[in-house]
């Protein structure tokens, strides 16, 4: 991220055939310098890519650009279980 208080990026909401304009795009962001990207979380529309393992997909190809999940389904993405407790 940059360390001025100011930081530009994009948003996208990839469905399951983008992934390889979604990889595109985030590259080419991160080549260009922006400084994040976006996801929504939207498990209950089939079509759409799972946004944390499309961010890590993403992140795990990409040198400087951060992601993050802008909309997260809490309902149904319980917290884990612990064994003992």
């Known amino acids: 991220m940059s360390a001025h208080g100011v930081v530009f990026g994009f948003g996208t909401h990839p469905g399951i055939d983008d992934i ?20 929504s979380d939207h498990p209950y529309i089939g079509a759409r890519l799972d946004a944390y393992a499309a961010l890590g ?24 279980c612990w064994p003992g407790r």
């Open 20 to 39: 390889p304009e979604l990889l595109r795009m985030t590259q080419q962001a991160d080549r260009d310098g922006l400084d994040l990207f976006t996801l």
């Open 57 to 80: 997909f993403v992140l795990g190809r990409t040198r400087h650009i951060a992601g993050f999940a802008n909309v997260t389904n809490l309902p149904t993405r319980p917290p884990p």
